[in-house]
């Protein structure tokens, strides 16, 4: 994959009937990878990190939507690592288990000699959180490419993703790449300086106008 980070594996498997994207984030010189999100189908999981000599040293969670963490219990009994969730999120989003580790807004995270910065962004839930490397942004559902996460569900907050992504997804540098937490754009991953052409949830004069558009409400 183009434009990646020196010495970053990345690595991003569609997995089960709601079009989620799982990924493998890492350092190719330890091959120590964390998997984000891992959710539908443990097993693949496991026989790809195999298969490509990868070693599962963590668990990034974006968020506790069931969609985003049904396999966590599964990968944690295959692998007795650390599982990072924001300290931030729901109470009834967040999964129960002895390896789970609470991460602020900002705090960083080795992968090897990777070293991955958790962002606090809220709107879909209030501990949704964004993981970054250098120009690598994966989104979890706060952003997808041509769209941005639903805000109608328990938690949800569309005022509060207007900040999210009007005061800290944009505000990041155009060369971004947006990894998603769902393959429902044209396609699986975009620039953020694309994003901001065609994604019309980026391109909102106010934040009323963006009430409407994700909620078909003023404030």
Known sequence: MKDLPEN???KQMEVGPAGNFVYFIGDTRSKEVAVVDPAWDVNFLSSEAAKN??????VLLTHGHMDHVNGLK???SKHDVPAY??????PFYKPRHKNLVEVDDH??????????????TPGHTPGGQCFKHKNVLITGDTLFIDGCGRCDLPGG?????YKTLYTKIMSLPDDTLLFTGHNYGPVPFA??????????????QSRDEFLQERMGMFS
């Open 85 to 90: 969730v924001s300290k931030y999120e729901s």
């Open 8 to 10: 970053l594996i990345l």
């Open 74 to 76: 599964d990968i944690l």
């Open 191 to 204: 620039t953020l300086g694309e994003q901001k052409n065609t994604n019309l949830y980026l391109q909102c």
């Open 53 to 58: 000599g990868l070693k599962i040293t963590a």
């Open 107 to 120: 705090q960083k995270i080795k992968i090897g000699n990777i070293e991955i910065e958790c962002l606090l």
């Open 157 to 161: 907050d569309a005022g509060e993703m």
